[in-house]
């Protein structure tokens, strides 16, 4: 094997070592937790995480889309601070789907839901118009 071959083989495999670590740690923070996922197309999520294939699929139950969502005391303004405050009885989110997936190629960004306010998500009233 020449030099640039077998510089290339080696930079490929640090490349792909680093990526796994990285992914590693990012399932040990929020597999099985509840989280906002903003997404790019499909607008804000309240959902769990179950679990990750191949670092591009993501299955996730008990989600409910968030249609229009007020922070509660009207303090805060931004999707962490709805993450970790929680949100007004006049927020609208949408019925409970079982179990959805997402590719990687979809959200934007994932947030932890502060444990205290796990159940304002669960229990407000599906937004009928």
């Known amino acids: 094997m020449d030099k640039e071959k077998l510089i290339l083989t080696l930079l490929e495999k640090l490349l792909w070592e680093e990526k796994t670590i990285i992914s590693s740690k990012w399932e040990s923070h929020f597999i099985w937790e509840y989280i906002l996922l903003r997404c790019r197309n499909a607008w804000v999520h309240f959902w769990k995480l179950e679990s ?15 249609y229009y969502w007020r922070i509660k005391d009207n303090k805060w303004v931004s999707l962490s601070d709805l993450a970790k405050n929680g949100l007004d009885n006049d927020s609208k989110i949408c019925a409970e789907l079982p179990l959805i997936e997402i590719t990687e190629l979809e959200w934007a960004e994932i947030i932890p839901v502060d444990k205290n306010v796990i159940g304002e998500f669960q229990n407000i009233q599906v937004y009928i118009p």
């Open 52 to 66: 990750i294939q191949d670092n591009i699929k993501y299955t996730l139950s008990n989600s409910r889309r968030i």
